[in-house]
């Protein structure tokens, strides 16, 4: 069984500094990344994928990724406190029938 | 607006009395999956399906049952319910296997 690794936190930043997220995974063969962002009793929201080594930007978000290392992690530039939030690192099992996700990391940006 | 819907949204319930979620997708996904989330567990597969009338077991299916008949909907059942199902359960679609997955706004289920 495939294994995603999260530092649980709490993350405390405060606002407008870089947070970073990091995500180790065990299955060396892993094809496809996926980063959600959960706020307390709602559902996961889709922030990035990533696909192949290197980084990959959308707005204040960055995704890099070294399957090397077998890490993959998330920046989040100019930190808000609407940015508090449980980020949730995901990769597809084996099969692709399902997501395997670490346990989370909390982050908390303060103003 | 693409999106997954779930229903009920809360449900307090007594042990035993059978129950349905309902869960439906307006993104012509061919893949749905359900999953619950516990604390420290995480989030786990319950049951997912690649196609109508294609389902199949996930880490956690034990207590539960699900149905694909039509393309956009994909309910889960309870026949059965005991307190240790009492969990926050999600359902999602996806574009195909392998792909990213797109929830719904979950169902907090409390057994009694």
């Known amino acids: 069984q495939k294994e995603v690794e999260q530092n649980s936190g709490p993350l405390s930043v405060p606002e407008g500094a870089i947070a970073s997220l990091n995500c180790t995974y065990s299955d060396r063969g892993s094809q496809s990344f996926f980063w959600y962002r959960q706020y307390s009793g709602k559902s996961p929201e889709l922030i990035m994928s990533?696909?192949?080594?290197g980084d990959k930007e959308d707005g204040r978000f960055t995704a890099q990724l070294n399957k090397a290392s077998q890490y993959v992690s998330l920046l989040i530039r100019d930190s808000q406190p609407s940015d508090s939030a449980t980020y949730l690192c995901?990769?597809?099992?084996?099969?692709?029938?399902?997501?395997?996700f670490g346990k989370g990391t909390t982050l908390s940006v303060s103003s | 607006e693409a999106q997954v819907t779930q229903n009920p949204r809360y449900l307090i319930t007594v042990t035993g009395k059978k129950l349905t979620v309902t869960c439906s997708q307006n993104?012509?996904?061919?893949?749905m999956s359900w999953y619950r989330q516990d604390p420290g567990l995480g989030l786990r597969q319950i049951y997912y399906s690649m196609n109508v009338e294609v389902t199949d077991k996930g880490d956690v299916p034990e207590g539960y049952k699900v149905s694909r008949k039509e393309k956009r909907n994909f309910p889960l059942i309870l026949e059965s319910p005991s307190p240790n199902q009492t969990s926050l359960y999600f359902c999602a679609s996806s574009p195909g296997r392998g792909r990213e997955q797109y929830f719904g706004p979950g169902t907090r289920l409390t057994v009694t």
């Open positions: 995901a990769v597809p099992n084996q099969a692709g029938t399902a997501l395997i």
């Open positions: 990533i696909y192949s080594n």
């Open positions: 993104m012509n996904h061919e893949y």
